[in-house]
């Protein structure tokens, strides 16, 4: 008899847990449905003068209020931070923490003081979000002065000219030296020491030309001293 009644109360409690598990299932369905691909969503446009550089990077932050608010995919405790180059657009879907409730955020862009010569969009829009209990989210959009808006547009431009970075230097060959300088020749117009007259090849050819005139008419007088000497040598053995 014992043993029935225990049977009976280890069902009862079977079905009780049961009930349990289906109530808590009931009850997460508005969430999970919400979950199933109707994230609520905005889309935030960037769009460029054209002296903006094309590849130029600009970088933006979703900043809820609070630190539980529902937001998008790879969020951390200060927001979510995202990039965006050129003309273009970014769809932000909160789907992490999605709960009934009432959500504020801002959203602007940051400004990089390395940048001195970007004009950065400073508008700043406030994003209300709200959850009903049948998981209906509706997202409002406003401005920094409090309006209103249809769509959240950032425009930034650019002063200055563009200045291509410089050419990879190259390798260049190595100079040649500088050839030693010569010495200076005497120039043949002008004597080479002061008060005479430049050493040439004429000059020489006409000292040798002399010298050699000297020598044969020194040579010719003793030719003629000695065969004087000897005809004279000749007439005084004849008187003997």
């Keep these: 008899m014992e043993g029935r009644i225990e049977t009976k109360r280890n069902k009862a409690l079977y079905l009780i847990r049961v009930g349990i598990m289906l109530l808590m299932v009931a009850t997460a369905m508005p969430m999970v449905a919400h979950g199933a691909g109707n994230f609520p969503n905005v889309i935030v446009s960037q769009m460029n003068s054209s002296a903006v550089p094309k590849e130029l990077s600009f970088t933006y932050v979703l900043e809820p209020r609070e630190y539980d608010n529902p937001m998008p995919a790879g969020s951390t405790e200060k927001g979510f ?29 940051v400004r990089n003081e390395k940048n001195i010569n970007v004009i950065y969009d400073q508008r700043v829009y406030r994003l209300e979000l709200v959850i009903d209990k049948g998981g209906e ?28 970075p410089p050419p990879p230097p190259e390798d260049e060959d190595p100079k040649p030296e500088d050839p030693k300088p010569e010495d200076p020749k005497p120039d043949p117009g002008k004597p080479s020491l002061p008060g005479k007259a430049p050493i040439t090849g004429d000059s020489i050819s006409l000292w040798m030309g002399i010298i050699g005139a000297i020598i044969a008419i020194k040579t010719l007088i003793i030719v003629c001293a000695i065969k004087k000497k000897k005809e004279k040598g000749k007439k005084n053995l004849s008187d003997l």
Excluded: C
């Design 81 to 109: 931070t995202f990039s965006m180059i050129g003309n273009s657009t970014t769809q932000l879907i909160f789907s992490e923490n999605i709960r009934e409730g009432f959500y504020i955020y801002d959203l602007y862009q």
């Design 137 to 164: 989210a509706t997202l409002i959009v406003f401005s920094k002065e409090g309006l209103k808006v249809d769509e959240i547009k950032f425009e930034n431009d650019f002063k200055g000219e563009v200045k291509p």
